[in-house]
């Protein structure tokens, strides 16, 4: 992981999480003058990224266990899948705080009109049957 | 309308700064994207902890969302024609009716609904700035800032993205320059936009913007209960350096570009102490990644074994060297 900013050595880690694309940013050449340039990532933002990621990713999987005991709704799951906690969720469907905690319940849940359920599954990117058929193993 | 130079995609390292850059040259103005982020006042330094964004306090190494927008029309006397909408299907049909008839324009988007975004950046980001620049059957022509190459969009996937829900919803927020002032005396608009980043940056009056804001930050992390709570403060630190460091920010939390524009704005003005300042400003940024680079192994520290003090120390220098910048540009007749 290189630090100081000059072209030459402007890290070029090439990490996954930009899929290929390469980041513009200004560095300076030997002569000290600034110019644009790109960069294939850092391993240092690579890092910090999946952290993030990994930890939404250990949430989901501790819930998608509390799904099968029904003691939780697939909205939380797949909130936590998309990267969301729940006031994001919330004001991502244009809700309060506390309906999404409601339909977090599952007794509520299975009540939702398809509206909603079409609300959620459009936001989650996924199809109402995949909102409501949450399979019983992985 | 007038006559628009035909868009030509260029690879920017922001989003917003790189649609107005573009944007103005199409309509005759021709300005690099660091000096219209430092000419519009892009920079700042705000840590928020009373907003928390998912658990997270605000952090932000720049100013708010559109202000490069508002900068330009304040201190490039460019004028826009913006628009915000009710209805999805009138925001569709304005765009289309623009772009069909030859105009340029810039949309803020939500990145969780881009298609051509990488899928670990899809975040629930509502203030990603695009330009549409054609239009072929159902899909839009992109020139995304912070893509290497133009990108197409179909309309539905560009709906979800304009509408999106939640903090900063763009409400299919829509801008264009209307009149551009190609004769514009940039020395003027340089002058004041230096002087109002020194005063925010050195005499905020609240403790959580400019160098007082860095200081805090800095304290927050001495602060940290590493053995209490690993997994929080490892989190707390990445979330510092993504805002830092993540695409859109040029590295080193914007200051690399902000001192590419002082060190434009110095040889346009003949200041070597301009040059000067600018060369204290990419040791800050360097600074700043070397605390990112801390930050970064010890979230991948296992063992917790890495010292809270000691990466805030980090922060405080960054902050001593801002104040050096800010203190040096302030003494400089302009």
Redesign the interface.
Known sequence: ?G???KISEVPQDDI?????????????DDQ???A?T??GG????E???N???G?FDEKAGETASRVRNNETSPIEYFMYK????S??LA????LYHWQVKRHFKPSIFKKLDDRTLAGYA?LFRISVDALKNFPGED | MAKLKPLEHR???HCESGVVTALLRCHGLDLS??MVFGITGGLTFAYIPFI????MPLISYRMLPGSIIKGAAKNLDVQFRTRRYREKEKALAELTTLVDRGEIVGLQTSV?WLPYF????R??FNAHNLIVYGREGDEFLISDP???HPVRIKADDLQ?ARF????LAPKGFIYYPVRVNPSIDLREAIKKSIKRTVRMMLYAPIPFIGVKGIHYMGRQIERLKIREDP?YV??F???I??MQ???GT???GFR??Y??FL??AGRLMGSTRLEEA??MM?EA??MW??F??A??RA??SKTGDFDAAEIAQLVQKCAIQEKHVYSHLKSIKL
């Open positions: 992981m630090v100081i900013m996954k999480t930009l899929n290929g694309v390469k980041k513009a940013l200004y560095a300076v000290g003058c600034y644009k790109t960069t850092w391993e240092a933002e890092v910090v990224l952290q993030v990621i930890d998309n990267w969301m906690d006031p994001t004001q991502a469907m244009g459009t | 690879h920017y390292a994207e660091p928390k964004i998912t658990n969780y990488p899928p670990e950046m975040f629930q912070v893509f290497e979800n999106a829900r939640g903090r997994r490892r989190l630190l990445g979330h350096v993504r460091e993540e695409i040029g590295g080193g690399f570009i001192a590419a060190q434009e600018s060369r990419t940024g360097d990644r070397r990112a680079l930050c970064a979230c991948k």
